[in-house]
């Protein structure tokens, strides 16, 4: 899968590992930074993950910056975009087969390394249930 990721300073660590992981895997990853622990502002990177998957360069994305609250916010201003922030299986699960959300934003200082590795497992496996939350979810570009 063709996979945008993207952190500030606070996740860039969390980042790098993931990035090997999915590399690992067989992945095709996109990394849009930040590329060292200088801090940065975490909405640069976020508006760049988003738009390479609100444009469809990229099928999923992946944010992290200390608690996932600013990148998820930020991420979600691009229209195409659902940004789901997750904390555990049960989140990341639900965000793909509910809401079919297309970014997972985790927090690396709120959330603990074999964690993340699980949810995005989940995330990047999961399909979307459709149905009932097909409708539910065009409501949203509605807005
Ligand atoms: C950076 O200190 C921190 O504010 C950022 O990583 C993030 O948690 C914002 O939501």
């Known amino acids: ?28 990853v996109v990394d849009f930074g ?27 994305g992946i944010l992290l910056c200390g608690t996932g609250i ?8 691009v229209r195409g975009v659902r940004a789901a922030l997750c904390h555990d299986d049960f989140t990341a699960k639900m965000a793909r087969e509910h809401n079919d959300a297309n970014i997972l934003a985790v927090g690396s200082r709120t959330t603990a390394m074999h964690t993340i590795m699980r949810m995005v497992d989940i995330f ?3 399909e979307f249930a459709g149905g009932r939350h097909a409708d539910r979810v065009s ?3 509605k807005a």
Not at 1 to 28: C, F, T
Not at 43 to 53: S, T
Not at 70 to 77: D, E, L, P, R, V
């Open 34 to 60: 930040t590329y060292s622990h200088e801090s940065v502002d975490y909405p640069d990177i976020a508006h760049a993950v988003a738009e390479a998957v609100a444009s469809g360069e990229c099928e999923r």
């Open 1 to 28: 899968m063709k996979v945008a990721i993207g952190s500030d300073h606070a996740g860039y660590d969390a980042k790098e590992e993931v990035l090997k992981k999915l590399s690992d895997e067989g992945h095709d």
């Open 124 to 126: 990047l496996s999961t």
């Open 139 to 141: 409501k949203i570009e």
């Open 70 to 77: 600013g990148m998820s916010i930020a991420a979600n201003k």
